[in-house]
């Protein structure tokens, strides 16, 4: 048993080390400690200054690089698309300047952007009202549009019918809905506020360029699925037309679930969608138009900075 000498010889120890750390440091170790610090610090702001002077370099050759991509992409891509007849879907969390810009692009690689539509949160939503009552619009759509959702396979009938809508089928394009009929249907779902399209122009595409971005409502797990559901839609496209890929800037997931990731994490839609992740800059630009045309003859490809891409951009086609 620890009696109370143990105790007090402990303290006076515990004393004694302080004294001596005390003496030694205001004495003979004083000038050595504090030259070593010095000369420590001395290195550290050496160190940041190289380093901040590294980060300024790699900004300034990164910003060069942009502005010489964005000044010969509209040289580069001239005719790339040309006549490709392209729609253009727009999904909730995703960035407007990408989708814009998306949609210069392709108009300056020689397609036409036949269709914009942007979908809501609607579309993929959990609550059990809420989509009961898309449900019912999209089967009021549908029948409107003679289309045939009772067969959708893995996908929900919905994203059957808007890839119905919106794209001219890869295997029989002579089954293609006129134009008048599918915007009517058009009309119908955004008068239920499942959509907003701008159907000036309207026409069926062969090839679907989707924006995507985040989902952000819900908890981790709602959020999850909802990303999962509009993956679905994008297989939709996919399977339906002559090809589909999904646009995206990555840097803006922030705390969402990433939808253009999870295309990439599911084994079928990897297998035909390509994907582009830095879409935000010139050179994801031009990795969509040029991943488009490998869509358009059959190949798939994931391009970009983030996990999960094959390539940091998109082959140029073969002349």
Do not use: C
Not at 53 to 72: F, G, K, P, V
Request: aromatic share 4%; no cysteine.
């Amino acid at each position: 048993m620890i009696d109370f000498r143990y105790h007090i010889v402990s303290i006076v120890s515990i004393f004694l080390a302080l004294a001596v750390g005390i003496v030694l440091g205001a004495g003979p170790l004083k000038g050595e400690l504090g030259d070593t610090l010095n000369k420590e610090v001395a290195g550290l702001r050496q160190d940041k200054a190289e380093l901040n002077n590294q980060l300024e370099d790699a900004r300034a050759a990164a910003e060069a690089r942009d502005s010489y991509i964005a000044e010969t992409n509209p040289t580069v891509l001239a005719g790339v698309l040309q006549d490709r007849r392209v729609a253009l879907v727009v999904l909730p969390g995703s960035d407007a300047a990408v989708a814009e810009s998306t949609a210069a692009t392709l108009r300056s690689s020689g397609a036409a952007v036949v269709s914009t539509t942007s979908v809501s949160d609607d579309w993929v939503t959990a609550d059990e009202a809420t989509a009961s009552s898309r449900d019912t619009t999209v089967t009021r759509a549908a029948g409107e549009a003679g289309v045939d959702v009772s067969d959708s396979g893995a996908v929900a009938p919905r994203d059957v019918l808007l890839a119905s809508l919106l794209t001219v089928p890869s295997t029989d394009p002579s089954a293609a809905l006129a134009p008048a009929t599918a915007q009517k249907a058009l009309d119908t779902l955004a008068a239920d506020d499942l959509i907003e399209i701008d159907t000036e122009g309207f026409g069926l595409a062969e090839l679907v360029v989707v924006v995507s971005g985040v989902t952000t409502q819900g908890d981790d797990e709602a959020r999850k699925v909802a990303a999962e559901r509009w993956v679905d839609l994008v297989i939709a496209f996919d399977d339906r037309s002559s090809g589909a890929l999904v646009a995206a800037e990555a840097t803006t997931a922030g705390d969402g679930v990433s939808v253009i990731e999870t295309v990439r994490n599911d084994a079928t839609a990897s297998k035909g969608v390509s994907t582009v992740d830095n879409a935000g800059g010139a050179m994801g630009q031009a990795s969509v138009v040029h991943a488009l045309t490998e869509q358009a003859a059959g190949d798939v490809g994931q391009y970009g900075l983030a996990a999960g891409a094959d390539a940091p951009y998109a082959p140029l086609p073969a002349s």
